[in-house]
């Protein structure tokens, strides 16, 4: 009988090592697939990548200005440029003519243009509006407000802006009275320090620095999607968008432009002028004109073919 109960024994115990051996073997198996597995994915990954940033082709066919602390940038509908500089004020840039200085002295953060004005955020409650016929300059204060950064118009001269301080979407008219208030969702809708925006006359693209990501509504409000972006909350300066369904996000700690498409696909990056006559640095002011050409402000502004 004991001997009987040792063979048992015995043949669990064999039993068990053999089931010990197994899995051992299978585990060995699994983790040599699992790091075959991850070396692939790194390898798409990489030359994803390294595809994407192939260089993009803006290639530069004019230079407006050079040496100007440029803050931003816009440009109405007859393709004239307007130029926020922290030294200067505004700067109109018109084709075959001088150019036209607005100064003051308070702080500048964004500009936009209407039909009739020329609009300036100073982060404050109020922005300024100058006449473009006269020059008259005034202060337009937006009640209920702290921190409005961000602007952009559309065709239809409504303004947008971001409230910073508050998490929201304003939308005025040239007179300050409020049209719309949107943004203050929570979830991925949630605006956290929201700053930058452009606007393609169908929807407006608001840079969600707080979040790290990218929001597009409709120009009512509604919400349609968000998607993140990689690099520092603090080194987008500017975003544009054209109207060939592309949107350009400056990056001024890292002197590149990116290039999203408008539903969040990344396209690529760009860091210099196709032809190497230009690098950018530091960009600061972004904008596209009517025509497609995109105009970049770094130690110089440069205007660049329609990206294809």
Known sequence: MAKQNEQRLSMKGLKLKGKKFELGKKTKVLGIVRIFVVILVFEVFYMARKKMREHINLTSVAVLDIARAYVDMAIDRQGDVYILSADLGVVKKEKGKEPQTWAFDTPKSAIAVTKNSILVTSGTGSFRRIDKKTGKQEEVVVEGFTELRGMATDDKDR????????????????????????????????????????????????????????????????????????????????????????????????????????????????????RGVFEFIAPGGIADDKNGYIYVASHWIGKFEPFD
């Open 159 to 274: 303004i947008y802006m971001s409230d910073t301080n508050k998490n929201r979407i304003v939308v005025l008219k040239e007179d300050g009275e409020i049209k719309n208030i949107f943004g203050d969702e929570s979830g991925k809708e949630m605006l956290l320090r929201p700053c930058h925006i452009a606007c393609d006359n169908k929807y407006i693209y608001v840079m969600n620095a707080g979040m790290r990501r990218i929001n597009k509504y409709t120009l009512n409000g509604k919400f349609k999607r968000s998607w993140a972006y990689l690099w520092e909350k603090d080194s987008v300066e500017n975003i544009a968008v054209d109207f060939n369904g592309h949107l350009y996000v400056n990056d001024h700690l890292h002197s590149r432009v990116w290039i999203f498409s408008t539903d969040g696909k990344m396209i690529g990056t760009c860091n210099k002028d196709a």
